[in-house]
C-alpha cells in the first residue's frame, strides 16, 4: 500500500526530527544530511531576478516539481553599490524590493526547500561585470580575482557584512542552506603562460568563511573534464561539474580527482541565454530530458541550472568577449530577459521541461516527502495600446544638469560623482561647443565605443540607427575601431554636439583582463579633422528613479516625433494589476521606464522584442512609461500577453552549447 502525499512527511520534518545534529557531509560516495541519505534535486532561481511578492509562487512551483533545493547567486553590485553602503532590502537602492535576502531564505525554508548558496563575491551568472560593483575599476592596477590586497580589503569588508547574515540561516542553526559555494568557476581563470589560479586566493576566501562561523559544506564547481582541480582546494572543498551534456564524462573525472565523495553538477544546463543581435536560444526538450535521466541514472546529486530564470531588471544583463579579446572588439551583451528555455519560464509559466522534470523525479527519487500541490500559472493581459503624450529630447533634459567638466573625455567609472565613487550604470553623454565647424568636416573616436554612441549636431541626429545587426559593423559600435564619420557640407556656426554613449553591459566571464571594463569613450581621444578635441562637458544620466520622478519641462508631443535621443511618456489605467509584455517591435533602441523604475533594454536587432512587465510593479490607477530612445520612437507603446523572440523554427539539440562561454569552459 503507497503512502499519499498527505501522510508523508516534510522535508524538514524527514531530515531534523530527533534534533539536528550534522549538516550536509560528503566525505562518503553519497552525501548525508543530519546522518541520513540525501540526493540533492536542486534548482537555480536567483531572488534578485524575480520580484519579492514572487518569490513564494516560484519556490513552491519548484517545490511541487520534486526538487529539494534551490540554488542562488549573491550578488555584489547590488548589496554595496557603494563601498560601506550595503542593501539588503532597507538600504534605499533603486534594487530595494528586490534584495532582501534573509527574506528570500526564510521564504525558502517555509516552502520546504533547502539551498544553496553561491556568495562569489564573483558571480558570472550573465550579471552585469559578474557581480562586481563598478566601483572596483577605480582603483589602479587592482587584480580582481586574486589575493592582491587591493582587492581582497573590498572582498573583506563586504564579507564581514554578508557571511554573519548567512551564517545565522545554516542548516544547522535552523535555517534552510545546507552549502556554500567558494568563488564560481575558478579553473577557468587559467591562460597558459598568462595567469594560474591562484590558490593563494582561494585560501584566503575559506578563512573569510570560517571566521565569520560558516560551518556548512563548502564547494566548487568547474567544468570538471576541462580544468580537473585547478580552481579547487583539493581535499579542501568538494568540487562540483558544470556542463550541458555528456555526464558520465564529467563524473568520472570527479570520482578520479575525489574518490569515495559524491559527485553533484552544481550547473547542469536546463537552456541558454541570449545575447543581442542573436535568434533565441531553445534547447530541445527530449535531449534535455535525456541528459536529465543520465545524471539522476549514474546517479548523481543535480543543480539544474536555470530552473527559473527570471529577468535582468533594470542595467543588469552582463556580456561577453569573443575569443580573449581585451579592447571590446567581439562584445556580445546579453539580453534584458533571462528566460533561459528553463523549466519555469520567465514569468514562471510552467513549460514541457517542467513535466519531464516532475516525472523523471517521481521515478528516481527514493526518498519520498510530502510535497505540495502545483500552484496555478499567473494570468497575463495585453492592456491596450496607450498613445505617446509628451517628450523631452535629450538638450532639454540636459538643460537642468550640472555636467563634469573636463580636459579629455573619461569613462564613466572615472567620474567624480556619487560620493566619487564614479557612475555604474546607463549612459553618459560627452559635449563640445564650437564657434563654428566647418564644412565637410569628419568625426574621428578613437579606438572602440564602450559600448555604442549616438552623435547629436545641434540636436540633430547625425549617426545612423541600429536598424539590423549588420548596422554593428559601422560607425557607433564596438565593432568599428578609430570610426569616422562625416558631419554635411555646411558651415554650423555655434554648434554643439553631443556624444550619448551607452553602456550595454559589462563582460560577466572571461580571463582575468576581460574584466577591465571601462564605459564610455576612453581608449583614446575624440577628433574633428585630424585635431583633438579638448574641455568636454560630461554629463551623467544614470536614470535612477528620484532623478526620472523629478524630470520637468515635458512639453505635448505633436502630429510627428522628432528623431535623435529623446525621452516620451504616456501612462496607462489599470482596475486591476496583472502580468504583461511591453511590445517595443516597433521602436528601434533604448530602454523602458515603468513607474520611475527601469525595466530593461530593448532593440530592434532582437531577439527579444518584449519586455516583460510584473504585476507587482503596477499599481491600481495610474500607471506612467516613459522610453528613452535613441533613434526613432513610435507614437504608441503597445502590450501582449506573451513574450515575443525572434527566433528559430525548430529547437536543437545542445550536447555542447557553441558559445563563447562553453566553448571556454571546454578547451
Known amino acids: 500500500m503507497s503512502l499519499t502525499t498527505d501522510v508523508l512527511p516534510t ?169 556554500f559555494q567558494v568563488e564560481n ?83 547542469f544546463w536546463t537552456g541558454w541565454f541570449d545575447h543581442w543581435s542573436e535568434v533565441h536560444h531553445l534547447r530541445n526538450d527530449d535531449d534535455f530530458k535525456r541528459i536529465t535521466e543520465r545524471i539522476l541514472k549514474y546517479p548523481a546529486s543535480v543543480n539544474m541550472y536555470m530552473f527559473h530564470g527570471g529577468t535582468n531588471f533594470g542595467f543588469m544583463n552582463g556580456a561577453n568577449l569573443k575569443n580573449g579579446l581585451v579592447d571590446n572588439s567581439g562584445y556580445q551583451p546579453d539580453t534584458t530577459s533571462y528566460d533561459y528555455d528553463a523549466p519555469l519560464s520567465e514569468n514562471g509559466d510552467y513549460t514541457i521541461k517542467y513535466v519531464m522534470v516532475k516525472e523523471l523525479l517521481k521515478k528516481y527519487n527514493n526518498i519520498p516527502t510530502r510535497l505540495p500541490q502545483t500552484p496555478s500559472e499567473t494570468p497575463s493581459i495585453a492592456y491596450d495600446a496607450s498613445p505617446i503624450t509628451h517628450q523631452l529630447i535629450l538638450q532639454e533634459v540636459l538643460a537642468n544638469q550640472q555636467p563634469v567638466l573636463n580636459k579629455s573625455v573619461v569613462p564613466m567609472e572615472l567620474l567624480p560623482i556619487n560620493n566619487n565613487t564614479g557612475q555604474s550604470y546607463g549612459y553618459v553623454v560627452y559635449r563640445k561647443r564650437f564657434s563654428t565647424i566647418p564644412a565637410n568636416s569628419v568625426l574621428r573616436i578613437g579606438g572602440r565605443v564602450c559600448d555604442t554612441v549616438v552623435v547629436l549636431l545641434n540636436g540633430k541626429l547625425m549617426s545612423k540607427p541600429l536598424n539590423n545587426v549588420d548596422d554593428l559593423n559601422g560607425f557607433g559600435f564596438w565593432n568599428v575601431k578609430n570610426g569616422d564619420l562625416s558631419l554635411g557640407p555646411e558651415n554650423r556656426p555655434g554648434a554643439v554636439l553631443d556624444l550619448l554613449v551607452e553602456n550595454w553591459g559589462r563582460v560577466n566571464f572571461g580571463n582575468v583582463k576581460q574584466f577591465a571594463q571601462f564605459k564610455g569613450l576612453w581608449q583614446d581621444g575624440v577628433y574633428l579633422n585630424n585635431e583633438l578635441i579638448r574641455d568636454w562637458e560630461i554629463y551623467p544620466l544614470e536614470f535612477k528613479r528620484s532623478w526620472t520622478g523629478n524630470l520637468s519641462g515635458w512639453r505635448e508631443t505633436g502630429e510627428t516625433l522628432p528623431t535623435g535621443a529623446g525621452l516620451y511618456k504616456t501612462r496607462f489605467f489599470v482596475n486591476n494589476t496583472m502580468d504583461t509584455y511591453v511590445d517595443m517591435s516597433d521602436w528601434c533602441k533604448g530602454i523602458v521606464i515603468v513607474n520611475d523604475f527601469v525595466l530593461g533594454r530593448y532593440s530592434r536587432i532582437g531577439p527579444q522584442q518584449t519586455l516583460y ?55
Open 185 to 267: 568557476e575558478y579553473g577557468s581563470t587559467e591562460q597558459k603562460g598568462k595567469f594560474t589560479p591562484d590558490r593563494a586566493y582561494l585560501r584566503e576566501l575559506r578563512d573569510l568563511y570560517t571566521s565569520n562561523n560558516i560551518v556548512e559544506l563548502l564547494v566548487t564547481s568547474d567544468g570538471t573534464s576541462s580544468h580537473r582541480d585547478r580552481g579547487t582546494l583539493p581535499g579542501v572543498f568538494l568540487q562540483t561539474s558544470n556542463f550541458a551534456g555528456n555526464p558520465e564524462r564529467e563524473f568520472d573525472v570527479l570520482r578520479e580527482l575525489q574518490p569515495n565523495r559524491p559527485v553533484m553538477a552544481m550547473e
Open 613 to 667: 512587465l510584473p504585476a507587482p510593479l503596477l499599481k491600481t490607477g495610474w500607471n506612467q512609461v516613459i522610453i528613452f530612445e535613441h533613434y526613432n520612437p513610435s507614437k504608441y507603446v503597445k502590450f501582449s500577453d506573451k513574450p515575443i523572440f525572434k527566433t528559430r523554427n525548430e529547437r536543437h539539440p545542445i550536447e555542447t552549447p557553441t558559445s563563447f562561454y562553453t566553448q571556454v569552459l571546454s578547451n
Open 11 to 179: 522535508l524538514y520534518q524527514h531530515y531534523t526530527a530527533g534534533g539536528i545534529h550534522s549538516g550536509l557531509n560528503a566525505d562518503k560516495p553519497y552525501f548525508t544530511l543530519n546522518d541520513r541519505n540525501v540526493t540533492l534535486y536542486s534548482g537555480s532561481l536567483h531572488y534578485f531576478r524575480v520580484p519579492k511578492a514572487y518569490w513564494r509562487d516560484r519556490l513552491r512551483k519548484l517545490r511541487a516539481a520534486g526538487l529539494n533545493a534551490i540554488e542562488t547567486y549573491i550578488p555584489w553590485n547590488l548589496h554595496e553599490p557603494q563601498p560601506g553602503w550595503y542593501d539588503f532590502g532597507d538600504g534605499g537602492s533603486d534594487m530595494q524590493e528586490f534584495l532582501d535576502l534573509r527574506e528570500f531564505l526564510r521564504t525558502v525554508k517555509e516552502e520546504d526547500l533547502f539551498a544553496i548558496v553561491r556568495p562569489g563575491p564573483y558571480i558570472c551568472t550573465e550579471w552585469e561585470f559578474g557581480g562586481f560593483p563598478s566601483w572596483l575599476l577605480r582603483e589602479n592596477d587592482l587584480k580582481i580575482r586574486t589575493s592582491d590586497e587591493s582587492y581582497m580589503k573590498h572582498v573583506r569588508r563586504y564579507f564581514n557584512v554578508l557571511l554573519p547574515i548567512l551564517a545565522l540561516l545554516q542548516f544547522t542553526k535552523g535555517g534552510p542552506v545546507v552549502a
